[in-house]
């Protein structure tokens, strides 16, 4: 069965640190990763997609990586803001383009000031 | 151009009786997705759509649920005889197509909540 993983669920740090988050899947066979930002009671925002030929994606402070051969991806967030605050949400697509997402949980991240 | 547009943002509905979800993809878009998210649970997969075609409704209820993107207009997510198990926030994407780096990618409308009392 084809299931993705986050840990830790919640996760708190001061402001200016520097952290990573994570996600695990099941099947290395994937076609991408995709990271989205998700604040309460909005929708999703995508932060980077990473195709499945791809090692890692960087944009600003954010840089998330994939290694298919061990099913794990992580997102790393540098100096971290109170503005950072929200769920973070790792999604793989397997079964080809037209495949749909498959989401984990969550890390819901709280930058305090 | 203007994002996935979902609407209502928000809905209420006393159980039994029907709730209808819209969602009008991105501008040039043809692939629709619906997702829901149960309280404290992550998004699951429900339905993806063509234009006038239903591609892959692996994840939708087999009772009193259905979708459909017409030719013209929004896509609608159809709750019949809704129950309490129904209290959801339901997500919409859009894709503008399958090939191509950055062409499979979704876009997520802002979502319905929908209360069942």
């Known amino acids: 069965k084809q299931e993705v993983t986050q840990i830790p669920a919640a996760l708190s740090v001061p402001e200016g640190e520097n952290l990573v988050l994570n996600c695990s899947f099941t099947?290395?066979?994937?076609?991408?990763l995709q990271w989205f930002r998700q604040d309460p009671g909005k929708g999703l925002t995508s932060l980077l997609l990473i195709q499945s030929s791809q090692r890692e994606q960087t944009s600003g402070r954010l840089n998330a990586s994939l290694d298919k051969s061990s099913g794990r991806s992580t997102l790393y967030i540098a100096a971290s803001q109170p503005g950072d605050s929200a769920t973070y949400l790792c999604a793989v697509k397997w079964g080809g383009s037209q495949g749909n997402l498959i989401f984990g949980k969550g890390t819901k991240l709280s930058v305090k000031p | 151009n203007a994002g996935v547009m979902q609407n209502p943002r928000h809905l209420v509905r006393r159980r039994g009786q029907e709730a209808r979800l819209r969602c009008s993809p991105m501008k040039g878009h043809s692939h629709v997705y619906w997702y829901r998210q149960l309280p404290e649970e992550g998004l699951k997969f429900m339905v993806y759509l063509q234009k006038e075609n239903i591609i892959d409704e692996s994840g939708m209820p087999k009772e009193r649920f259905s979708a459909e993107f017409p030719k013209e207009g929004p896509s609608i997510l159809r709750i019949q005889q809704v129950v309490r198990g129904d209290s959801a926030a339901y997500f919409c994407?859009?894709?503008?197509?399958?090939?191509?780096?950055?062409?499979?990618?979704?876009?997520f409308g802002a979502g319905t909540r929908l209360s069942v009392l």
């Open positions: 099947d290395s066979a994937i076609y991408n």
């Open positions: 994407a859009s894709s503008p197509g399958t090939s191509g780096s950055g062409k499979n990618i979704q876009y």
